[in-house]
């Protein structure tokens, strides 16, 4: 059974830096890209990073660059999610989520496994 | 940035009804559209990739078609556990790869 299990959230001030974890079992890790979404309270979904299989590409949102930095240790089976100098509207749930590629006349990404999120609140 | 416009932001149907749900684009992105449902307290689940193929497990009753800039998400017969929220998501050539705002759905 393919699990992601999201960790590291919790409540830290204005400026501080937070570090997730996500571990994941029941697949191949090193052959996924992995990929962090979050959702503000009452908000939708806001895309923020990706990483490829081997951690040599990454990608930001802008509203991310700069601040966070997307990890992976594939002899763990993880993937991190450092964050720095964090603002009151970085508060949210962040969810790991595997990228699948299905090759049908192209490559197609979709998020097909996701973990349960971690809640980060950024407060004084 | 691709940007993406779901309508309506909320709408409430009955049992059987059939439900239909729109994303634009703001450039062409081809058939590259995921769309995914989100329960409430729960992570977001795919139902359709590549804008017309169902996820594996996914009933039926949900389908989805489109190319270039406008797609639609299709209930064809609104069942009780559909009410949701329903997110569309571009993965046209490099990331971002950004979602449309959601569309919250209920019943009457």
């Known amino acids: 059974e393919v699990q992601l299990v999201d960790s590291g959230g919790g409540l830290v001030q204005p400026g501080g830096s937070l570090r997730l974890s996500c571990v994941v079992s029941?697949?191949?890790?090193?052959?996924?890209?992995m990929i962090w979404v979050r959702q503000s309270p009452g908000r939708g979904l806001e895309w923020l990073s990706y990483i490829s299989e081997s951690g040599d590409t990454t990608y930001y949102a802008e509203s991310v660059k700069g601040r966070f930095f997307i990890s992976r240790d594939n002899a763990r089976n993880s993937v991190y999610l450092q964050m720095n100098s964090l603002r009151a509207e970085d508060t949210a749930v962040y969810y790991c989520?595997?990228?699948?590629?299905?090759?049908?006349?192209?490559?197609?990404?979709?998020?097909?496994?996701w973990g349960q999120g971690t809640l980060v609140t950024v407060s004084s | 940035d691709i940007q993406m416009t779901q309508s309506p932001s909320s709408l409430s149907a009955s049992v059987g009804n059939r439900v239909i749900i729109t994303c634009r684009a703001s450039q062409s992105i081809k058939n590259y559209l995921n769309w995914y449902q989100q329960k409430p307290g729960k992570a977001p689940k795919l139902l359709i990739y590549?804008?017309?193929n169902l996820q594996s497990g996914v009933p039926s009753r949900f389908s989805g078609t489109g190319s270039g800039t406008d797609f639609t998400l299709t209930i064809s017969s609104l069942q009780p556990e559909d009410v949701a929220t329903y997110y569309c998501?571009?993965?046209?050539?490099?990331?971002?790869?950004?979602f449309g705002q959601g569309t919250k759905l209920d019943m009457k």
């Open positions: 989520a595997r990228e699948e590629v299905h090759r049908d006349r192209g490559d197609y990404e979709s998020l097909d496994s």
């Open positions: 029941g697949f191949t890790f090193r052959s996924y890209e």
């Open positions: 998501q571009q993965s046209y050539s490099t990331p971002p790869y950004t």
């Open positions: 590549a804008a017309s």
